[in-house]
């Protein structure tokens, strides 16, 4: 069953510009982790934090988690049109990878 | 990161026949194999673990008997979708984990296989 929800369902900036996702989870965790996914093709991995852990940067990316909340955002700053892709967010838990519905990002010339 | 590959990229097939795809972990072993679907603009759903040598267990609403997973070696897992329907065109994703079965390594993703069922 899907346990991470995602927001927005779909984004659109400009060049240059910040783009903000969040996921929120229903069960404890391990980790979670953010993966891109262009159309059609397979999925790469972005960053992973684990449940220890509050922010985690990695290049343009910043990911913070609050367990108290059972929330993470991933921040992607500096956006590139190349940036366009699918985003999701998957929760670890018991050894198993549950994806959110992802956020569909735009980011315009 | 390792290297997950799945075969073919894409099938197209008529319905009611089977279709088999290959996952392959290319430079690790892979003690355990999951099996994703994804249909067009949605988010990614397990829908089975498998463990080298053992069983697959299914997710609630998989039928195993239309979805035959074999994880026979550490390198390899087959996923057969049996009797294929339209309904069963989507995206269909592997996944490798190393280590200890159950455990804290890292999962990595093969590049899809789209099935189109006409």
């Known amino acids: 069953s899907q346990q991470g929800e995602e927001d927005p369902q779909a984004l659109s900036i400009q060049e240059g510009e910040n783009a903000t996702m969040n996921c929120s989870y229903k069960t404890s965790i391990n980790n979670l982790q953010w993966y891109r996914q262009n159309s059609g093709r397979g999925l790469v991995h972005l960053i992973l934090?684990?449940?220890?852990?509050r922010e985690k940067h990695s290049g343009r990316l910043r990911v913070t988690l609050d367990t108290s909340k059972k929330s993470s955002s991933l921040l992607i700053t500096a956006s590139r049109a190349a940036d366009t892709a699918s985003y999701f967010c998957a929760t670890k838990s018991y050894g198993k990878l549950t994806f959110g519905q992802g956020t569909i990002l735009t980011v315009h010339p | 990161g390792a290297v997950v590959s799945q075969h073919p990229s894409r099938v197209i097939c008529k319905s009611g026949t089977s279709v088999k795809i290959e996952c392959r972990s290319l430079d690790f072993q892979a003690t355990t194999m999951f099996w994703y679907r994804q249909f067009p603009k949605q988010s990614l759903m397990l829908m089975a673990t498998s463990n080298e040598g053992s069983k697959a267990t299914y997710e609630q609403g998989v039928e195993k008997d239309k979805f035959l997973i074999n994880h026979a070696s550490l390198t390899l897992s087959t996923l057969t979708v049996t009797s294929a329907h339209p309904e069963d065109s989507s995206f269909y994703i592997c996944s490798a984990r190393g280590g200890l079965a159950g455990g804290w390594g890292e999962q990595f993703f093969g590049p899809g296989t789209r099935l189109t069922v006409l």
């Open positions: 934090i684990r449940s220890n852990e």
